[in-house]
């Protein structure tokens, strides 16, 4: 079978892949599964091939109850900066599915990774982290082609989760994502299922040559997809 242009499981992976945080069932994630998305994340294009990324898997019931207390509580610091509107919204929204996931996986940045002369890193110093994300995507679609679902939780000091995990001071916690078998992934994502924010056509982000700032508003074309 053949597909045509822009069609086919990459594609569909793409759109499929969502933030995962109520869907999780909890059954446990088979070895040879988790070793291939990891592989997968290992796998990403690095700068100067410096890949300066670790994973740290988090299964432990306790490390996983006291990460969530504490994303809690951030959850509380940023609602308590909404107005009542976003507040209202914002309270119907689950930020996290630490417990519920099968386990955690906590990506670092390890920017001494291949140092000091880092091949591509010496005018944009950021260059080791967009790395990182490229891991973490990778990772993403991986997991989503082998129908796990993945949440990515950002309600945490950095410090917090680099001391829970053992991280060394020089790796920065990057993200806690949570990972396991759904039941499904929701065909709307959650924030616009909530009407927290609605997804941007192509055209409101599209420019050729040189920026031209369009007010929002004036662009044609639906404002949700």
Not at 12 to 34: A, K, N, S, V
Not at 189 to 198: A, F, I, N, S, V
Request: proline share 7%; aromatic share 8%; with cysteine.
């Amino acid at each position: 079978m053949t597909c045509e242009p822009g069609e086919g499981l990459l594609y569909e992976t793409i759109h499929r892949r969502r933030d995962t945080r109520g869907e999780f069932t909890g059954e446990p994630i088979p070895t040879e599964m988790l070793h291939r998305v990891l592989g997968a994340a290992h796998a990403a294009p690095s700068v100067g091939l410096s890949q300066p990324w670790d994973f740290v898997v988090v299964s432990d019931r306790d490390v996983r109850k006291r990460f969530r207390e504490h994303v809690h509580t951030e959850r509380q610091v940023f609602a308590d900066r909404l107005d009542a509107e976003r507040a209202r919204v914002f309270s119907r929204i689950k930020i996290e599915g630490i417990e519920e996931s099968s386990v955690g996986i906590v990506v670092g940045y390890d920017p001494s990774r291949g140092a000091p002369a880092v091949l591509g890193r010496h005018a944009i110093a950021d260059a080791g982290l967009y790395s990182v994300c490229l891991a973490i995507q990778n990772l993403w679609l991986a997991a989503t082609a082998e129908g796990l679902g993945l949440g990515w939780v950002s309600f945490y000091r950095e410090e917090f989760l680099r001391e829970l995990v053992g991280l060394p001071e020089n790796v920065r916690p990057v993200a806690w994502l949570c990972v396991g078998p759904v039941r499904d992934l929701p065909a709307v994502p959650d924030l616009e299922r909530h009407g927290w924010r609605d997804r941007l056509p192509l055209s409101a982000v599209l420019h050729y040559e040189r920026y031209a700032h369009q007010p929002w508003s004036s662009i044609p074309g639906p404002k949700t997809s």
